[in-house]
């Protein structure tokens, strides 16, 4: 089983949609969790860590599911400017603290 | 906000070549990383350095890689002898704890 897995889409909405994404991880003794961005060629950005709390920033929201051992992200109202892909990173989930990325999940939002 | 930069941004080598890949990071940002993205395929963890010495490496991060701080601030990654696998986009990574991490825009690595 793959330490890290997420639905590589694409995920087609139109603007103002709502949209959600989902990364189930392996070790149950995973540490951390996050959520980048990737536009085509450029560099993983931060969007967002994930807490068992859950945690929201503006359109964006983040849930941590420990007992089912996944992450989400929801995005609601999407913009064009949404469009990318989503990666998912978990820490600790070979054992150690080395961060695990997810393949992607590509969203793409049309007029 | 502070960025982390990396030069060159494209590279093209022969086989068996070595190549350098240098990384400058935010200032006072103490946690160092190197990561790897083939294209199509998934960003993958190589190294993580910290107070001058690595913390972590992967399994692809073998004999034929090797970081160091030369000069106390940029930061870098030697490929003694590249092989055509190697060819791959390289990003540098940094942060002042091991949670949040700003990449670099990366180096594309190409091996003939």
């Known amino acids: 089983r793959k330490e890290v897995e997420q639905d590589p889409g694409p995920f087609n909405v139109p603007e103002g949609a709502t949209v959600a994404f989902n990364c189930t991880y392996s070790?149950?003794?995973?540490?951390?969790f996050f959520w980048y961005r990737q536009d085509c060629r450029k560099e993983p950005k931060l969007l967002m860590s994930?807490?068992?709390s859950g945690n929201e920033d503006g359109r964006f929201t983040a849930q941590l599911n420990r007992a089912s051992q996944y992450i989400s992200l929801l995005i609601r109202d999407s913009k064009l400017s949404d469009s990318a892909t989503y990666l998912c990173?978990?820490?600790?989930?070979?054992?150690?603290?080395?961060?695990?990325f997810g393949r992607g999940t590509s969203l793409i939002v049309h007029p | 906000e502070p960025e982390v930069t990396q030069t060159p941004s494209h590279q093209v080598t022969q086989m068996g070549q070595e190549v350098i890949l240098r990384c400058v990071p935010i200032?006072?940002?103490?946690?160092f990383y190197w990561y790897r993205q083939i294209l199509g395929q998934k960003v993958e963890f190589l190294v993580s350095?910290?107070?001058?010495?690595?913390?972590?490496k992967s399994e692809i991060f073998d004999d034929q890689f090797s970081v160091e701080r030369p000069d106390g601030s940029n930061f870098t990654l030697k490929i003694r002898s590249t092989k055509l696998e190697d060819s791959a986009m390289y990003f540098c990574?940094?942060?002042?704890?091991?949670?949040?991490?700003?990449f670099g825009p990366g180096t594309r690595l190409l091996v003939l």
């Open positions: 200032s006072n940002h103490l946690y």
């Open positions: 990574a940094n942060g002042q704890n091991q949670e949040t991490q700003y």
């Open positions: 990173v978990v820490n600790g989930a070979g054992g150690s603290y080395i961060p695990t």
């Open positions: 070790n149950s003794a995973s540490q951390s």
């Open positions: 350095f910290y107070n001058n010495e690595i913390s972590e």
């Open positions: 994930v807490y068992s």
